[in-house]
Nanobody, 122 residues
Framework: QVQLVESGGGLVQAGGSLRLSCVAS????????MGWFRQAPGQEREFVAL????????YYGDSVKGRFTISRDNAKNTVYLQLNDLKPEDTAVYYC???????????????WGQGTRVTVSS
């Protein structure tokens, strides 16, 4: 079992920035592909970003491409999400997730964090 704990959410104005962190328990963090998802009130969970275990390959959802950046520090068991140029529609609970295989869908992630809330005011 892997425990994932997100932090860094908060209330920001449109156009502002936040940096989210997700710390994983255990000693096998460098074997996991790490993703970020978000879920707005009344909406389904949406893919935001993915970073492959080595850190050299990343993917982004269309709605955040060019504004958000995913990164990881395997020595610290941590994955980050830098959110820039925030918009009110970015308001959601943001979750990190870990997968043992290269994931193409949310169901393929094995572990999920509890989420951290991001609220963007207009």
């Amino acid at each position: 079992q892997v425990q994932l704990v997100e932090s860094g959410g908060g209330l920001v104005q449109a156009g502002g920035s936040l940096r989210l962190s997700c710390v994983a328990s255990g000693r096998t963090f460098d074997t996991y592909h790490m993703g970020w998802f978000r879920q707005a009130p009344g909406q389904e969970r949406e893919f935001v970003a993915l970073i492959i275990k080595g850190g050299g390959i990343t993917y982004y959802g269309d709605s955040v491409k060019g504004r958000f950046t995913i990164s990881r520090d395997n020595a610290k068991n941590t994955v980050y999400l830098q959110l820039n140029d925030l918009k009110p529609e970015d308001t959601a609970v943001y979750y990190c997730a870990a997968s043992t295989v290269t994931p193409t869908r949310s169901r393929e992630y094995d572990y999920w964090g509890q989420g951290t809330r991001v609220t963007v005011s207009s």
